[in-house]
Nanobody, 112 residues
């Protein structure tokens, strides 16, 4: 049974930082690329960042380039999303995902 469990969300002021983590189990973690997605109220879920199985390749949404960093630790079956210079428009539920599996999400709220 594949499980993805996100953590690290919270409430911050604009300009602040948060680090999200996603702990994976039930799969050979190092074989899969991982992604972070987000969904704001009333909006569709959107891709935030992707990382390849070995961590060598990353991809970001234009809206977060230069502020967010995705990383992974294959030894600990975890993927992280470091979010800096947060903006109110970053407010959303953040999800990690791989191969059709999704975590339960973690809420990020950024106040102005």
């Amino acid at each position: 049974q594949v499980q993805l469990v996100e953590s690290g969300g919270g409430s911050v002021q604009a300009g602040g930082s948060l680090r999200l983590s996603c702990a994976a189990s039930g799969l050979n973690f190092g074989d899969y690329s991982m992604g972070w997605f987000r969904q704001a109220p009333g909006k569709e879920r959107e891709l935030v960042a992707l990382i390849s199985s070995d961590g060598g390749l990353t991809k970001y949404a234009d809206s977060v380039k230069g502020r967010f960093t995705i990383s992974r630790d294959n030894g600990k079956n975890t993927v992280h999303l470091q979010m800096n210079s947060l903006k109110p428009e970053s407010t959303a539920e953040y999800y990690c995902s791989t191969t059709g599996y999704w975590g339960q999400g973690t809420q990020v709220t950024v106040s102005s």
